[in-house]
Nanobody, 124 residues
Framework: QVQLVESGGGLVQAGGSLRLSCAASGRAFSRYAMGWFRQAPGKEREFVAAVSSNGFITYYEDVVKGRFTISRDNAKNTVYLQMNSLKPEDTAVYYC?????????????????WGQGTQVTVSS
């Protein structure tokens, strides 16, 4: 098990950028696939992006492709989500999640450990 702590959220204007970070505790991080999910008010938590344990394979939800980039630094036990060209519809609480396997997934129910979330608000 790893503990996950997100940071980097905030208020940004449409068209702006933010970089979210998720710091993990424990030595198992390099064996975990990692994902980012988000949840807007009144909506289900949805998949955003995921990365394999070695960082070589990534997946994105279609609505963020070309704007968001997921990456990880296993030496720092950290996964990142670079978000560019932000839109008001990107407003949500963003959650980092860890999966106890090397293979990434876009399924929420396949992740084992979750952070507390960080708020991202994009103004128009």
């Amino acid at each position: 098990q790893v503990q996950l702590v997100e940071s980097g959220g905030g208020l940004v204007q449409a068209g702006g950028s933010l970089r979210l970070s998720c710091a993990a505790s424990g030595r198992a991080f390099s064996r975990y696939a990692m994902g980012w999910f988000r949840q807007a008010p009144g909506k289900e938590r949805e998949f955003v992006a995921a990365v394999s344990s070695n960082g070589f394979i990534t997946y994105y939800e279609d609505v963020v492709k070309g704007r968001f980039t997921i990456s990880r630094d296993n030496a720092k036990n950290t996964v990142y989500l670079q978000m560019n060209s932000l839109k008001p519809e990107d407003t949500a609480v963003y959650y980092c999640a860890g999966r106890r396997t090397v293979v990434a997934s876009n399924r929420r129910d396949e992740y084992d450990d979750w952070g507390q979330g960080t708020q991202v608000t994009v103004s128009s």
